[in-house]
């Protein structure tokens, strides 16, 4: 049984930092997973933010969030970190690590939640204004 437990959610200002970790159970093939972050807000729908393949050399971004914040992983810990900075009240929302072990065709990026099998437990990102 794959686990992802989120961690690093709360409460800033904003322009504020924050970051977050989600770290994958061990004995799992984390360094051929595919991770993504994705977030829900009250109301809405989850929605994708940021994508890492297995070698990190294919990163994408929700354009709402691109230039303030970055994903990038640790094979070696089996963790994948969201570091958000420049935080926006519209950036309020439960923060969700998602992987995928379904191989991804070469430069595509899956940003649907259906197309991740495991989910976090998410987090809470809280930005006041």
């Known amino acids: 049984q794959v686990q992802l437990v989120e961690s690093g959610g709360g409460r800033v200002q904003t322009g504020g930092s924050l970051t977050l970790s989600c770290a994958v159970s061990?004995?799992?093939?984390?360094?051929?997973?595919?991770m993504a972050w994705f977030r829900q807000a009250p109301g809405k729908e989850r929605e994708f933010v940021a994508y890492?393949?297995?070698?990190?050399?294919?990163?994408d971004y929700v354009d709402s969030v691109k230039g303030r914040f970055t994903i990038s992983r640790n094979n070696a810990k089996n963790t994948v970190i969201l570091q958000m900075d420049n935080l926006k009240p519209e950036d309020t929302a439960v923060y969700y690590c998602?992987?995928?072990?379904?191989?991804?065709?070469?430069?595509?990026?899956?940003?649907?939640?259906?197309?991740?099998?495991?989910w976090g437990q998410g987090t809470q990102v809280t930005v006041s204004s």
């Open positions: 890492i393949n297995w070698s990190g050399d294919t990163i």
């Open positions: 998602a992987l995928r072990t379904r191989p991804v065709v070469a430069w595509t990026v899956p940003k649907t939640p259906l197309e991740y099998a495991y």
């Open positions: 061990a004995g799992h093939a984390f360094s051929t997973s595919y």
